[in-house]
């Protein structure tokens, strides 16, 4: 049991350039989030998901699209990066009726 | 939007001293998380609270729920240096489950 997995741990892009950060879960979850986390700040919500087909946008989702094929996998797309997208960012998933989230390791991207 | 204020941003103390910290909101929540992140890694789950006025203990911390669900505390007795890291705390959204709401946390210090 894995638990929540992202991939890559690091990334350097340049700006205007497009990438898919992966988040996989292997808990059955139904919930999926994506948050970003800055320095001295907490985690924003981008995008999350109540379901595979069901996505919804949260605080801060311009410049991110996210898609739910499957229950296990909740992909984030950079459409075209900027600095101001510089950040660490974090999937979690958590069950139906539950109140944890669990959280990936991260992915700490810089846009350059 | 549903804001959650963390006090204080920054504490650092000595080893054995008490501390609390501190998150209000004007919005009420289902139930609020408290969560504690190393350097470089996602968040962990400490507590749920869910009923207003709820008092979860955990070993020396202490978890308060305020009775409207729209604050709560965190009170750390005779704090040990294992203690210092980033506390978080996290509401789930009263209408919509799928969302949550995190403070921007507060990092502690505890020196030996």
């Known amino acids: 049991n894995a638990g929540v997995t992202q991939t890559p741990k690091f990334q350097v892009l340049k700006t205007g350039q497009s990438m898919t950060l992966q988040c996989a879960q292997d808990?059955?979850?139904?919930?999926m989030s994506w948050y970003r986390q800055d320095p001295g700040m907490g985690l924003r919500l981008i995008h999350y998901s109540v379901g595979a087909g069901i996505t919804d946008q949260g605080e801060v989702p311009n410049g991110y699209n996210v898609s739910r094929s499957t229950t296990e996998d909740f992909p984030l797309r950079l459409l075209s990066a900027a600095p101001s997208q510089t950040s660490v960012y974090f999937c979690?998933?958590?069950?139906?009726?539950?109140?944890?989230?669990?959280f990936g390791p991260g992915t700490r991207l810089t846009v350059t | 939007t549903q804001l959650l204020e963390q006090s204080p941003q920054f504490l650092s103390i000595q080893e054995g001293e008490n501390l609390t910290v501190y998150c209000n909101s004007s919005s009420v929540f289902s139930s609020l998380q408290w969560y504690r992140q190393e350097p470089g890694e996602g968040p962990v789950l400490l507590v749920t609270?869910?009923?207003?006025?709820e008092v979860k203990k955990l070993k020396r911390l202490t978890f308060q729920f305020g009775d409207a669900r729209k604050d709560s505390s965190l009170h750390i007795t005779a704090a040990q240096t294992g203690d210092t890291g980033l506390y978080l705390c996290?509401?789930?959204?009263?209408?919509?489950?799928?969302?949550?709401?995190f403070g921007d946390g507060t990092t502690l210090t505890v020196k030996p």
């Open positions: 808990m059955n979850h139904e919930y």
């Open positions: 979690a998933s958590m069950m139906t009726g539950d109140h944890e989230q669990y």
């Open positions: 609270v869910v009923t207003g006025g």
């Open positions: 996290a509401g789930r959204s009263n209408t919509n489950a799928g969302k949550s709401t």
